[in-house]
């Protein structure tokens, strides 16, 4: 069994405190990407994603990170291809960073660590009617991830970065429309890796398929500066905690390989 003792980047916070166990363990993300290992397969097809900014609705501090909510009650906004046989509906996005530059991605690449990883979430609408079913199963979720860089400003994340000061404190909620998640992908999402893992907070459910992009996207400093001023405590907390490294370390692959799209 995993116990959640094994991620020191979380310790600290109450999210993780307790003595929760998860059973299994042996399908836990994120991993280590090594590039060499991961094995080419001309079967994998391009991802299809077809998104509807209609379907956004909300962007919450939780305490943990950001998310952005999407109305997940029908079909509007889905994912197909790839290395998926089902079609999956987005719930929400959120992202994983740093206290600096140097690390906060979850995936690493040859063992690059990357300021910030970005998570798409979907679930399986073809086997499941609700998010909460679906998080308990095999083939449950698919998770599109992708690397943050710094550099030039992300005129897409911009209009993100702008909601952020609204939700300062864990628990705090504001309205959030008409955002499109495909402006976060990479122009090429043609190369990616997959493997399947699980969620890298509790509940930890093996039940992800990880799409993770080749490809990163580039944000400036003050971007992420941004992010780093949220905080993990609520308003009424007296010692307020920045929001910063809130990812997991990368887990063993215990025999799992990695696909990749590309050669
Ligand atoms: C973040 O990741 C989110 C939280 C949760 C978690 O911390 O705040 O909502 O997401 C789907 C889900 O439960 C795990 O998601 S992840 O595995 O993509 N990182
Ligand atoms: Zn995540």
């Known amino acids: 069994a995993v116990t959640l003792r094994d991620l020191p980047a979380v310790k600290l916070h109450p999210m993780w405190q307790g003595p929760l166990v998860v059973p299994g363990g042996d399908r836990q993300s994120p991993i280590d990407i090594v590039v060499r290992k991961s094995v080419f397969d001309s079967e994998l097809k391009p991802l299809v994603t077809d998104y509807d900014p209609q379907t956004c609705q909300q962007i919450w501090n939780n305490g943990y990170s950001f998310l952005v909510e999407y109305d997940d009650t029908t079909d509007k906004s889905t994912l197909k291809g790839g290395p998926l046989q089902d ?3 987005l719930c929400q996005f959120h992202f994983h960073w740093g206290e600096s530059n140097a690390w906060g ?9 990357f300021p910030a990883e970005l998570h798409l979430v979907h679930w399986n609408s073809d086997k499941y009617s609700l998010f909460e079913e679906a998080v308990m199963e095999d083939n449950g979720l ?8 710094v550099g030039r400003r992300h005129e897409g994340l911009q209009k993100l970065v702008d909601a952020l000061p609204a939700i300062r404190h864990k628990g705090s909620v504001v309205e959030f429309t008409r955002f499109d998640p495909a ?3 990479p122009t090429n999402t043609e190369d990616y890796w997959t493997y399947h893992g699980s969620l890298t907070t509790p509940p930890l459910t093996e039940s992800v398929t990880w799409i993770v992009m080749k490809q990163h996207i580039e944000v400036s400093h003050d971007q992420l500066a941004v992010f780093r ?3 993990f405590t609520s308003a009424e907390e007296e010692v307020q905690k920045s929001m910063v490294n809130n990812f997991r370390v990368q ?4 025999g799992r390989s990695v696909r990749s799209s590309f050669t």
């Open 87 to 89: 079609k999956f509906r």
């Open 105 to 113: 991605s979850e995936h690493t690449v040859d063992r690059r660590l």
């Open 142 to 149: 698919a998770v599109i991830g992708v690397f943050l860089k």
């Open 183 to 185: 402006c976060l992908l």
């Open 229 to 231: 001023s949220l905080l």
């Open 251 to 254: 887990q063993p692959l215990c």
